[in-house]
């Protein structure tokens, strides 16, 4: 009984209570002074700041959010494209895992930040390293989330399969991808969430725009309305794209939709 | 005994374990015929199910061989058709998907799979479900369509590997008399594995008891009960004897496994 | 019910705990100051006075820790961590027109101006030959105006005509040598590392700026922070710190040549040669020159000079902050 689901109406709406409620609070220690507002600045003064930065004569926030998406979703879609046939195979294959594994081990829990000196001389300064510090921030996690995926697909079913006169082939493309697909698309979810914690890293240097690029050089103005701007709209393109994924699962798993519950 | 579709021939399977080896069947040999229904029973552990997975070619022998048609078997075979006891439905597939798996890696047209799928989907009573999702199914329901999807196959033999030991005591019942029915329909060859001594003389031509580690056969049972699958055959006094027989036969292996465990 | 119970008592302990040592830890001695500061040549009275034992003379126990950036030493100042440090004043107004009013501004210790310059790769050699080429520096700091004030003087529009590149201090030199930027301008030490790579060019000078022309500073002259909470808890105190850190002053003043010794190595890595050359550029404002320097005929006429810039041109800073309110000179009265 303790896990129930509320439901998707009163959950959100016990969410934006809970909201408000924190909103209400920050904004009511910054305008009491509690909080100096060079420190935090109220909810209030972010929106402002928001508006400034979106409506004014050279706004910069829907570009940036544009061009720091650009640079997220390509780092993004080429760790995906390395990072789950890869994934696949050491799935499937013991003695392959074994030999990659300890090498995923000692990537994986490198920040995305340590790249930056190796990206640089290798790549410049360009967009490719930027790509670099997101592929390299999310292609181990991938590759894991991968593995798993695969190695939880029921072996019963590759021996069903098999025994329905299947070719290993036949059942990587017919039993393995399928079956790992759901596994895989939360894997890919939470890792296009870790792509994005990234894009500071991505647009520490050699970078001109960008929401990474924009909380960079509103600390240096000393700008705290600024930094929140860009933070907040890091959460929001984050949300926005969960939501997008979740509808991208209904449409690659119906039948997780229909069979929900039982 | 040229008509043997499936020969066993002096198998032994050894598994060999960190504690040393394990022999799981030996010196087995039996004879299935064509058209025939045979019951493997035994206690657990008895190795039956390595047996059924030697035939399906997902375990090779230590020694002897398996042969069906007189060639031995050396690699998974699609030609037995395997019935597995969790049903092993690909759960994103449909059930008329899953019923066409077979014939569409195997090359069938798109149009012979449909109208063969809409065949074996109505044998089995399923007509209505075909684009329902095996989540969507009772346990019953879903063990159809494992069935549905084996003999869409087109096996020589189906192996089934208690298939019906997860369903509740009624569906249970159901499913036996409808896999009769629709064996006699076709006049499929089956290999059954059980522990339920219930189902075994209700389906089969042919009962093999088999003795615990090292599993070999103990004896052989010709069953010459009427097979209509009818509860009231339960009753008949031949049945009961039958039974009881049997089931001293299997009591005795068990004790025996039971004292091998605790000792 | 019972592990539920002990369960919970562990855990308000352990909370207590925490607590407990995180008000311990906060505890410095009172008379601990921290000083934070970069590579450059303007912290050398800093390091001399704890080098020559003279922070100690007057009671201090001088920590030093190193923050490469003005604007990281500035929030550390105004977060209460650090006490005093030397900084661009460009990060100072930047912050005073955002409403962080937890410092004093008391000093302006130095001009060295002739320290950052504008320097090319290999086959550009005049302002027309940068348009459309990349530069690279941090972004702002001190360079940041002075590029665009060099860039306006020679007729290119900084946002039009070629593209800036945003660097961290310590990438420009590595950068510029791989060739992915065109130009790149910093301050020392970085500056002579851009020249002394081959076929360098060096196109134009912060003494080139108009800045330097009307008031004799460089762009983002260096100024004197002290935290305010920590100056008036205090005030004796306070003034006992800036007087020893004047004497520090004076004393590199009369002994640069000895200073740079007691100093390379252990606070700058650059060649002894390199620095005694630099240092002889430096003009040190003792105390009786702060008297002079810190009024609108001195460095302020300047600061206002800069802010129209930052507000008026750059838009980086959303008022023109009244800096004069910043400005502590009592401090400076012993």
């Given at each position: 009984m303790e896990g129930k689901e509320l439901g998707l109406w009163r959950s959100s709406v016990i969410g934006a209570i809970g909201l408000l409620v924190f909103l209400s609070l920050w904004e009511v220690l910054v305008r009491t002074n509690v909080i100096d507002p060079f420190f935090l600045?109220?909810?209030?003064?972010?929106?402002?700041?928001?508006?400034?930065?979106?409506?004014?004569?050279?706004a910069v926030l829907l570009t940036d959010i544009k061009i720091s998406a650009t640079r997220v979703l390509t780092g993004f879609l080429l760790s995906v494209f390395v990072g789950v046939p890869a994934g696949l195979i050491m799935g499937m294959n013991p003695v392959i895992?074994?030999?990659?594994?300890?090498?995923?081990?000692?990537?994986?829990?490198?920040?995305?930040l340590s790249w930056i000196p190796l990206s640089m001389l290798w790549l410049g300064i360009d967009e490719q390293q930027k790509y670099a510090i997101v592929f390299m921030?999310?292609?181990?996690?991938?590759?894991?989330?991968?593995?798993?995926?695969?190695?939880?697909?029921?072996?019963?079913l590759r021996r069903a399969a098999m025994n329905l006169g299947a070719s290993p082939l036949q059942i990587l493309r017919y039993v393995i991808l399928p079956g790992a697909l759901p596994d895989l698309l939360t894997g890919l979810k939470v890792v296009l969430a870790i792509a994005w914690t990234c894009v500071i890293s991505a647009e520490m240097v050699g970078a001109n725009s960008g929401l990474g690029f924009r909380i960079w050089t509103a600390k240096e103005w000393s700008d705290t309305g600024q930094?929140?701007?860009?933070?907040?709209?890091?959460?929001?393109?984050?949300?926005?794209?969960?939501?997008?994924?979740r509808g991208l699962e209904r449409v690659l798993l119906p039948y997780q939709r229909k069979t929900s519950g039982t | 005994m040229s008509e043997a579709l499936i020969k066993f021939d002096n198998i032994t399977k050894r598994f060999s374990l960190r504690k040393g080896d394990i022999v799981a069947v030996k010196d087995f040999s039996l004879e299935i015929k064509k058209g025939e229904i045979l019951t493997i029973v035994g206690a657990s552990g008895c190795g039956k199910t390595t047996l059924l997975n030697m035939v399906a070619g997902f375990l090779t022998p230590s020694s002897g061989n398996i042969l069906l048609d007189g060639q031995p078997i050396t690699k998974v075979e699609p030609r037995c058709g395997m019935i597995f006891q969790n049903y092993a439905l690909f759960p994103w597939l449909s059930v008329r998907k899953n019923v066409e798996f077979g014939p569409k890696i195997n090359g069938v047209s798109k149009k012979v799979r449909r109208e063969e799928s809409a065949k074996y989907i109505e044998m089995v009573g399923l007509k209505g479900f075909e684009d329902a999702y095996p989540g969507?199914?009772?346990?019953?329901?879903?063990?159809?369509?494992?069935?549905?999807?084996?003999?869409?196959?087109?096996?020589?033999?189906?192996?089934?590997?208690?298939?019906?030991?997860?369903?509740?005591?009624?569906?249970?019942?159901?499913?036996?008399?409808?896999l009769l029915r629709i064996v006699n329909e076709s006049g499929q060859t089956v290999l059954f594995i059980t522990h339920s001594i219930d189902e075994a003389l209700i389906l089969s031509d042919k009962i093999v008891v088999m003795s615990v580690r090292p599993g070999t056969v103990k004896h052989i049972y010709d069953i010459e009960l009427p097979h209509s699958g009818k509860v009231e055959v339960q009753l008949t006094d031949e049945y009961l004897k039958l039974k009881r027989q049997i089931w001293a036969m299997v009591e005795e292996e068990v004790k025996i496994s039971m004292n091998i465990v605790s000792s | 019910m019972k592990t539920w119970?002990?369960?919970?008592?562990?855990?308000?302990?352990?909370?207590?705990?925490?607590?407990?040592?995180?008000?311990?830890?906060?505890?410095?001695?009172?008379?601990q100051v921290i000083v934070v500061g970069s590579q450059w040549y303007g912290h050398i009275p800093v390091w001399i006075g704890i080098e020559k034992g003279i922070f100690k003379k007057y009671g201090f126990d001088v920590k030093w820790q190193f923050i490469g950036k003005s604007m990281d030493r500035l929030n550390a100042i105004s977060s209460g961590d650090a006490h005093f440090a030397s900084l661009g004043e460009i990060a100072m107004l930047s912050a005073m027109a955002h409403g962080n009013t937890r410092f004093y501004w008391v000093g302006n210790q130095d001009i060295a101006p002739g320290f950052e310059g504008l320097v090319a790769k290999e086959g550009i050699t005049s302002f027309e030959q940068l348009k459309g080429k990349k530069i690279g520096f941090p972004f702002g700091a001190s360079v940041d105006i002075t590029c665009r004030l060099l860039l306006k003087q020679h007729g290119l529009d900084p946002k039009k005509d070629v593209r800036l590149v945003n660097l961290e201090v310590g990438d420009v030199p590595s950068v510029f040598?791989?060739?992915?930027?065109?130009?790149?301008?910093?301050?020392?030490?970085?500056?002579?590392?851009?020249?002394?790579?081959?076929?360098?060019?060096?196109?134009?000078?912060d003494t080139d700026t108009e800045v330097y022309k009307k008031f004799g500073?460089?762009?983002?002259?260096?100024?004197?922070?002290?935290?305010?909470?920590?100056?008036?808890?205090?005030?004796?105190?306070?003034?006992?710190?800036?007087?020893?850190?004047?004497?520090?002053?004076?004393?590199?003043d009369y002994n640069p040549e000895e200073a740079v010794k007691l100093i390379q190595g252990k606070y700058i890595n650059q060649d002894l040669s390199l620095i005694q050359k630099n240092i002889e550029k430096f003009i040190w404002h003792d105390i009786e020159d702060q008297r002079r320097i810190m009024t609108d005929n001195g460095i302020f006429g300047q600061a206002d000079y800069i802010i129209r810039i930052l507000h008026e041109d750059m838009k980086v800073i959303p008022n023109k902050p009244d800096f004069r309110k910043w400005v502590n000179l009592d401090i400076l009265s012993f």
């Amino acid at each position: 009984m303790e896990g129930k689901e509320l439901g998707l109406w009163r959950s959100s709406v016990i969410g934006a209570i809970g909201l408000l409620v924190f909103l209400s609070l920050w904004e009511v220690l910054v305008r009491t002074n509690v909080i100096d507002p060079f420190f935090l600045p109220a909810p209030t003064q972010v929106i402002d700041k928001a508006i400034q930065m979106t409506t004014a004569k050279d706004a910069v926030l829907l570009t940036d959010i544009k061009i720091s998406a650009t640079r997220v979703l390509t780092g993004f879609l080429l760790s995906v494209f390395v990072g789950v046939p890869a994934g696949l195979i050491m799935g499937m294959n013991p003695v392959i895992r074994a030999a990659i594994n300890p090498i995923i081990s000692i990537i994986r829990p490198l920040p995305a930040l340590s790249w930056i000196p190796l990206s640089m001389l290798w790549l410049g300064i360009d967009e490719q390293q930027k790509y670099a510090i997101v592929f390299m921030g999310s292609f181990a996690s991938i590759l894991v989330y991968t593995t798993d995926a695969t190695m939880r697909v029921d072996p019963i079913l590759r021996r069903a399969a098999m025994n329905l006169g299947a070719s290993p082939l036949q059942i990587l493309r017919y039993v393995i991808l399928p079956g790992a697909l759901p596994d895989l698309l939360t894997g890919l979810k939470v890792v296009l969430a870790i792509a994005w914690t990234c894009v500071i890293s991505a647009e520490m240097v050699g970078a001109n725009s960008g929401l990474g690029f924009r909380i960079w050089t509103a600390k240096e103005w000393s700008d705290t309305g600024q930094v929140l701007v860009g933070m907040i709209s890091i959460s929001v393109t984050v949300l926005v794209l969960d939501i997008l994924f979740r509808g991208l699962e209904r449409v690659l798993l119906p039948y997780q939709r229909k069979t929900s519950g039982t | 005994m040229s008509e043997a579709l499936i020969k066993f021939d002096n198998i032994t399977k050894r598994f060999s374990l960190r504690k040393g080896d394990i022999v799981a069947v030996k010196d087995f040999s039996l004879e299935i015929k064509k058209g025939e229904i045979l019951t493997i029973v035994g206690a657990s552990g008895c190795g039956k199910t390595t047996l059924l997975n030697m035939v399906a070619g997902f375990l090779t022998p230590s020694s002897g061989n398996i042969l069906l048609d007189g060639q031995p078997i050396t690699k998974v075979e699609p030609r037995c058709g395997m019935i597995f006891q969790n049903y092993a439905l690909f759960p994103w597939l449909s059930v008329r998907k899953n019923v066409e798996f077979g014939p569409k890696i195997n090359g069938v047209s798109k149009k012979v799979r449909r109208e063969e799928s809409a065949k074996y989907i109505e044998m089995v009573g399923l007509k209505g479900f075909e684009d329902a999702y095996p989540g969507e199914l009772s346990g019953g329901m879903r063990q159809r369509t494992a069935l549905c999807r084996v003999l869409a196959n087109k096996p020589d033999i189906l192996l089934c590997d208690e298939p019906f030991a997860a369903l509740d005591a009624m569906t249970r019942q159901i499913m036996q008399q409808e896999l009769l029915r629709i064996v006699n329909e076709s006049g499929q060859t089956v290999l059954f594995i059980t522990h339920s001594i219930d189902e075994a003389l209700i389906l089969s031509d042919k009962i093999v008891v088999m003795s615990v580690r090292p599993g070999t056969v103990k004896h052989i049972y010709d069953i010459e009960l009427p097979h209509s699958g009818k509860v009231e055959v339960q009753l008949t006094d031949e049945y009961l004897k039958l039974k009881r027989q049997i089931w001293a036969m299997v009591e005795e292996e068990v004790k025996i496994s039971m004292n091998i465990v605790s000792s | 019910m019972k592990t539920w119970l002990f369960r919970i008592t562990f855990v308000c302990f352990f909370i207590i705990f925490l607590f407990f040592s995180i008000s311990c830890t906060d505890k410095s001695p009172s008379n601990q100051v921290i000083v934070v500061g970069s590579q450059w040549y303007g912290h050398i009275p800093v390091w001399i006075g704890i080098e020559k034992g003279i922070f100690k003379k007057y009671g201090f126990d001088v920590k030093w820790q190193f923050i490469g950036k003005s604007m990281d030493r500035l929030n550390a100042i105004s977060s209460g961590d650090a006490h005093f440090a030397s900084l661009g004043e460009i990060a100072m107004l930047s912050a005073m027109a955002h409403g962080n009013t937890r410092f004093y501004w008391v000093g302006n210790q130095d001009i060295a101006p002739g320290f950052e310059g504008l320097v090319a790769k290999e086959g550009i050699t005049s302002f027309e030959q940068l348009k459309g080429k990349k530069i690279g520096f941090p972004f702002g700091a001190s360079v940041d105006i002075t590029c665009r004030l060099l860039l306006k003087q020679h007729g290119l529009d900084p946002k039009k005509d070629v593209r800036l590149v945003n660097l961290e201090v310590g990438d420009v030199p590595s950068v510029f040598q791989t060739g992915r930027i065109d130009a790149a301008i910093i301050w020392e030490p970085g500056f002579s590392q851009l020249v002394s790579i081959d076929g360098a060019t060096v196109l134009g000078m912060d003494t080139d700026t108009e800045v330097y022309k009307k008031f004799g500073t460089m762009t983002g002259p260096d100024v004197l922070i002290i935290n305010k909470a920590w100056s008036d808890e205090d005030r004796l105190r306070a003034k006992r710190f800036m007087k020893a850190y004047f004497e520090s002053l004076e004393w590199v003043d009369y002994n640069p040549e000895e200073a740079v010794k007691l100093i390379q190595g252990k606070y700058i890595n650059q060649d002894l040669s390199l620095i005694q050359k630099n240092i002889e550029k430096f003009i040190w404002h003792d105390i009786e020159d702060q008297r002079r320097i810190m009024t609108d005929n001195g460095i302020f006429g300047q600061a206002d000079y800069i802010i129209r810039i930052l507000h008026e041109d750059m838009k980086v800073i959303p008022n023109k902050p009244d800096f004069r309110k910043w400005v502590n000179l009592d401090i400076l009265s012993f």
